[in-house]
């Protein structure tokens, strides 16, 4: 008995010695390797990581590894956003008519159907984006899963339950642990307030659309309850959603991105690298959809705040605001994801989620 036993503790060290050896040589390795990354030889690596890493949801404590709180906020202050307190002027917006768009479209050789709906993929430096312009605004809307509950639902569920033939994710959401069904700050859709905390997180921002069809991009920040039912009821807001503006050693979030035209200032490269969803207008109304990829995805990184404005001036934007992105972006359209999540668990998916900006 007492061989059974000695013999039974020899195998199980020489099983888990090697393990418990592999795990160790793991960690000093990767706290090597931070240490490398975040050291004084290569500042362009430590910002690109400190920043990123800050946009995460889970993955924010690794540069508190070896950097202090101090070194992390002095790269958030290098590589930041400067204020931006343009409101959105809709005079500079021209609504076409569903007729005018039909009648160009015709004369251009449009396909019947899908005539105001074009996808395009964009190719950048660190990352995969695809842009859908919708030259109806009226077509978008935002879908919910209202009344609230603990799970919500994907992209394609979404679109498919409310008819529509694509859309993309929104705002901020509950992602703890990949419920999605509840929401943070305020929501709106088809004219209803279903949602009302504007204090529930610093720094909250609308981003949504007018009965006019036109986008808004409103900071909300020092609005309480009362405040958001006069805002939505005087701006005749149908549909919206939230995203927080906040740069710490917490949080580096950022929304406004155009405004009248004008590009936001910023300093550095204004974020670190990773998955974008991005909503803009053009002067005819038009709306740009944008996602972008990023995290290892495809091999690459993603997208920062400078890439976002590029690409939306590029496409005509004269208003534009960054939603919620890392592992929420995705895209939908015509019954396939054109951008999944970039989680592996849910590679040709998306996260569950409570609502989205829904194309009809």
Not at 233 to 246: H, L, M
Not at 249 to 258: A, S
Not at 335 to 359: D, H, Q, R
Request: net charge negative; aromatic share 8%.
């Amino acid at each position: 008995m007492h061989n059974g036993i000695k013999k039974f503790f020899t195998v199980l060290s020489m099983i888990f010695i090697p393990v418990i050896l592999t795990l160790i040589t793991a960690v000093i390795v990767c706290y090597m390797t931070l240490a490398l990354i975040c050291g004084s030889t290569s500042p362009s690596a430590r910002k690109m990581f400190v920043t990123t890493v800050l946009e995460s949801g889970q993955m924010k404590f690794l540069a508190s590894i070896v950097l202090s709180p101090e070194d992390i906020q002095a790269v958030v202050d290098e590589n930041s956003m400067e204020a931006f307190s343009e409101q959105v002027d809709s005079n500079l917006i021209t609504i076409k008519t569903p007729e005018t768009i039909i009648e160009e479209d015709s004369s251009e050789g449009g396909a019947e159907g899908q005539k105001d709906i074009e996808v395009t993929p964009i190719h950048g430096r660190t990352f995969y984006a695809t842009m859908i312009t919708v030259s109806d605004p009226s077509r978008v809307s935002l879908a919910t899963i209202y009344p609230w509950r603990e799970k919500g639902v994907t992209l394609d569920e979404l679109v498919n339950n409310n008819g529509a033939v694509g859309g993309i994710n929104a705002g901020l959401y509950n992602s703890s642990n990949n419920t999605g069904g509840s929401p943070y700050g305020v929501v709106v859709s088809n004219g209803e307030l279903q949602y009302n905390e504007p204090q529930q997180f610093k720094g909250l921002v609308l981003i949504g659309l007018t009965e006019d069809n036109i986008l808004q991009i409103v900071d909300i920040s020092k609005m309480n309850k009362k405040d958001i039912k006069t805002l939505v009821t005087e701006k005749k807001i149908r549909d919206a959603v939230t995203f927080q503006e906040e740069s710490s050693d917490k949080n580096n979030h950022f929304v406004q991105l155009i405004i009248n035209g004008e590009a936001r200032d910023m300093k550095g490269s204004g974020s670190g690298l990773n998955p974008r969803t991005a909503i803009g207008q053009r002067a005819d109304g038009a709306l740009l959809l944008l996602v972008t990829d990023g995290r290892g995805a495809s091999g690459h990184l993603g997208a920062s705040a400078s890439d976002l404005i590029g690409i939306m001036q590029e496409y005509g934007a004269v208003n534009a605001a960054n939603l919620d992105g890392g592992s929420s972006s995705c895209m939908y359209y015509e019954g396939e994801y054109l951008m999944p999540s970039v989680t592996f668990y849910t590679a040709n998916s998306s996260w569950y989620l409570p609502f989205g900006f829904i194309i009809k």
